[in-house]
């Protein structure tokens, strides 16, 4: 049985531009990357279609690099995305990491659900705080575009 860890925040915006920050790559650079990495979009390659491809670089404060590669298994706007992603290119992506937008009376419901694999428990801890920070530059991308 796959168990998942989640995450789930309430955005202030309608569910068809949160999709978009997901799936644009001008808005995936900033929050992919968040407010301490960089991501270059000449790096970045995202065929946002199912079976297509996603390539990333994240350029670390320390001069290090993270090669990014996965593979988009469902694309359903504005509610589902589902894409596998993983930072040893080449190798098994396992399950996808699962992105589900609900409509709210408050905004959109987004909830970015993810196999826990084999990852130990202070992995799937760093991983949530992760996802957390995507989601709090996510809601900069909103504001953003909403002003």
């Known amino acids: 049985m796959t168990e998942y ?13 949160v999709f978009e920050t997901l799936v644009k790559p001008e808005h995936f650079a900033v929050w992919f990357g968040t407010a301490a990495v960089d991501v270059p979009q000449e790096t970045l390659t995202m065929d946002v279609r199912p079976g297509g491809q996603f390539r990333a670089v994240m350029h670390l404060p320390d001069g290090n690099r993270i090669n990014w590669a996965g593979e ?6 504005p509610t589902h995305l589902a894409m596998t992603l993983t930072d040893q290119p080449g190798d098994d992506a396992g399950l996808p990491v ?3 937008l609900e409509e709210s009376a408050d905004g959109t419901v987004l909830t970015i659900r993810q196999d826990r694999s084999d990852f130990s428990d202070e992995q799937v801890a760093a991983t949530i705080a992760g996802y957390n920070s995507f989601i709090d530059d996510i809601e900069r991308v909103l504001e953003r575009l909403q002003a």
């Open 98 to 100: 699962l992105f589900d």
């Open 72 to 77: 988009y298994k469902a694309v359903e706007p």
């Open 5 to 17: 860890f989640t995450v789930t925040r309430t955005l202030r915006a309608p569910r068809e531009l």
